[in-house]
């Protein structure tokens, strides 16, 4: 049976709950503990599929194909645990489910409530895999206050007592502001927010602080005695100058072992942090400098691309240099030559979207990265692009573009060398798919096998002519071009394992131009980096060598 951590949040959002929660892994891990992370959601959409990475930032895939929230992504990047669909549930999907129910008639004529129906649900989905891990880390996402929020905090006050005692504890994180006209950090924020917890019947068992100041003892011993917690509980968390500081940072903060003195586990196994020493080594020692351009679409956001921008470092460890990275908004080169903003970068990335915006800049970055010999990553939309520029210039298919486009104008435009994706096989089963369909979980999604060329370029980047990427994409390129395009020197180096449907693209004739149609970033971790980001990062520091 696992051992519960409930986290909460309070005074503010935003405050770093996935990472704490994600870094505690880590560090339970270092003890020799096997751990698995999971995010309860109060907004009422099922999932994150169909929001405005403009809203909520970027949609984070696991292998059995949920679109989830982007905290998912920390937890595996410093668990390297996969994530699954059963690690992420929100509002929209708990009442899902208990209409559901109620509609088939599974509850027997009862009128159906919040309690206990809808929090029954919610602590159904805890339970899920309780026999598989030492201990289950459940963040709540929102605001302790947050009216949204209150199901899912009734349902972990329940949980906690209908466990056996010592089971679960709760992590509270919360804001200690600084008011620079008194030189002082106010710790009433967080003595009301701990009071609304304990309103609801919650006591937290850990405080962690999030401040840019140093905390004192007198700070400390006073929050312990007014929001009822030990004092070596409340742990200090401290702004970073890296995420990947943050296992240690908790670490030398006391983190794990307030959580493991919480559970009354003694003595406590040492940790093993030689692992996240390394990941800091690399990060804070880098011997070189690359500059990588992103051009993209959701750029006001970088949380819209948050698992790319990760990868990136990731890229940079393995080759010991770090990674600066500059959003450049596609539509810019709508109107504008690309080469005066992008001559400047050793290496071009175009990352994936939705829609027809921006595309012609995403096109014309293809452009400047082909003809000037400078590495590029096209992923997803940003392979479709590079397809869609190589029909374009290089064969006589002048007016090439994408069905997805067309359907939004309403008319035929183009010579559709990207279309809608209405079957593929999924295991042992055909999937249909209509653009009639509903939006949301309807895509290619998940984890999917592909065959790549024994002499490609991207074989040679695995190491392997068999591999298995997560997926997130409606449209795709279409394989009657494919003799038409590789007569122009763009190959095909990746296929679908039936053959049909195409996976990845490359250049022979070129230092280093990959476009593939699933997202690599999503399986990267700094102790593992992908293969792809490890081998774009060399290939922009041997052209850095060049320039």
């Given at each position: 049976m696992a051992r519960y951590i409930f986290i909460t949040g309070g005074v503010v959002s935003s405050l770093g709950k996935g990472l704490a929660s994600a870094a505690l892994g880590a560090l339970l891990q270092a003890r020799g503990y096997s751990v698995r992370l999971r995010k309860l959601d109060p907004y009422l959409n099922v999932d994150p599929g169909t929001m405005s990475p403009f809203e909520h930032g970027e949609v984070f895939v696991t292998d059995d194909g949920a679109e989830t929230d982007l905290d998912l992504g920390h937890y595996e990047r410093f668990t390297g645990v996969a994530a699954r669909n059963t690690d992420s549930v929100s509002s929209g999907r708990v009442y899902s489910t208990v209409l559901e129910k109620e509609r088939r008639g599974d509850y027997l004529g009862k009128t159906i409530q919040v309690v206990p129906h809808v929090t029954n649900e919610i602590k159904d989905f805890l339970e899920v895999g309780d026999d598989e891990v030492d201990f289950m880390l459940c963040e709540i996402g929102g605001t302790v206050g947050d009216i949204e929020g209150l199901p899912f905090f009734e349902a972990i006050r329940q949980f906690g007592h209908q466990r056996p005692r010592g089971n679960c504890i709760y992590m509270h994180l919360t804001l200690l502001p600084y008011l620079a006209a008194s030189g002082e950090l106010k710790t009433k924020p967080t003595q009301h927010s701990v009071k609304e917890l304990q309103s609801i019947g919650i006591a937290p068992d850990i405080l962690v602080c999030r401040?840019?100041?140093?905390?004192?003892?007198?700070?400390?011993?006073?929050?312990?005695?007014?929001?009822?917690?030990?004092?070596?509980?409340?742990?200090?968390?401290?702004?970073?100058?890296?995420?990947?500081?943050?296992?240690?940072?908790?670490?030398?903060?006391?983190?794990?072992?307030?959580?493991?003195?919480?559970?009354?586990?003694?003595?406590?196994?040492?940790?093993?942090?030689?692992?996240?020493?390394?990941?800091?080594?690399?990060?804070?020692?880098?011997?070189?400098?690359?500059?990588?351009?992103?051009?993209?679409?959701?750029?006001?956001?970088?949380?819209?691309?948050?698992?790319?921008?990760?990868?990136?470092?990731?890229?940079?460890?393995?080759?010991?240099?770090?990674?600066?990275v500059e959003w450049i908004d596609a539509e810019v080169f709508d109107k504008e030559d690309p080469a005066p903003h992008l001559e400047k970068f050793n290496a071009i990335l175009v990352p994936g979207g939705f829609g027809e915006r921006g595309t012609e800049g995403k096109i014309k970055a293809a452009t400047f990265a082909r003809t000037r010999k400078v590495p590029y990553l096209g992923i997803c939309l940003g392979m479709q692009m590079a397809v869609i520029e190589a029909a374009r210039n290089l064969t006589d298919l002048a007016d090439a573009g994408s069905e997805e486009f067309d359907h939004e104008a309403g008319e035929k435009r183009f010579t559709p060398v990207v279309y809608h994706l209405k079957e593929w096989v999924e295991g042992n089963r055909t999937v249909q798919r209509a653009v009639a369909d509903d939006k949301g979980g309807t895509m290619r999604l998940g984890a999917y096998n592909a065959t790549l060329g024994e002499q490609s370029k991207v074989a040679e980047i695995y190491g392997t002519t068999s591999i298995s990427e997560r997926h997130r994409h409606r449209y795709e390129v279409d394989i009657q071009y494919r003799e038409k395009l590789e007569k122009a020197g763009l190959s095909f180096s990746g296929m679908s394992p039936d053959g049909k449907l195409p996976e990845i693209v490359e250049y022979a004739d070129h230092p280093w131009f990959i476009g593939v149609q699933y997202h690599p970033e999503l399986k990267s971790k700094p102790f593992a980096p992908h293969p792809l980001f490890r081998d774009f990062v060399k290939a922009a520091v041997e052209n850095s060598r060049l320039v």
């Open positions: 401040s840019e100041h140093n905390i004192p003892t007198k700070e400390r011993d006073k929050l312990a005695l007014f929001c009822n917690v030990r004092p070596d509980s409340v742990i200090a968390a401290y702004d970073l100058k890296s995420i990947y500081e943050a296992p240690l940072a908790y670490h030398k903060e006391g983190l794990d072992q307030a959580v493991l003195d919480a559970f009354g586990i003694a003595p406590a196994p040492k940790p093993d942090l030689a692992k996240w020493e390394d990941v800091a080594d690399r990060v804070f020692n880098a011997e070189g400098v690359v500059n990588v351009a992103i051009v993209g679409k959701y750029i006001q956001l970088e949380d819209a691309y948050k698992s790319i921008k990760e990868a990136l470092t990731h890229g940079g460890m393995a080759n010991r240099v770090k990674v600066n």
